[in-house]
């Protein structure tokens, strides 16, 4: 059974960093990646990473935020810097295996000052 658990949002002041953690069960995924769907708005692409570590971004979060992988922890990370409140979203961390898409269960990041 596969399984996706992120951790690391929270609360954090504009210009501010954050580093979200998700660790993945059940499997080797080829593409992991992050979403992330704010209040009113649709779910959003953020970044992904092949298992080769060949890495994919927004354009609203390029230079800022940097997804890595650990393969062998199977665990996938997004460090968030120079955080703004247009950031403000609930993060989901996310796999496929066709015909199949799993998604965590989602971590809150809030930038306010």
């Known amino acids: 059974q596969v399984q996706l658990v992120e951790s690391g949002g929270g609360l954090v002041q504009p210009g501010g960093s954050l580093r979200l953690s998700c660790a993945a069960s059940g499997g080797i995924f080829s593409i992991m990646g992050w979403y992330r769907q704010a209040p009113g708005k649709q779910r959003e692409l953020v970044a992904t990473?092949?298992?080769?570590?060949?890495?994919n971004y927004a354009d609203s979060v390029k230079g800022r935020f940097t997804i890595s992988r650990d393969n062998a922890k199977n665990t996938v990370y997004l460090q968030m810097n120079s955080l703004k409140p247009e950031d403000t979203a609930v993060y989901y961390c996310n796999t496929q295996r066709p015909p199949y898409v799993y998604w965590g269960q989602g971590t809150q990041v809030t930038v306010s000052s």
């Open positions: 990473i092949s298992y080769g570590d060949t890495t």
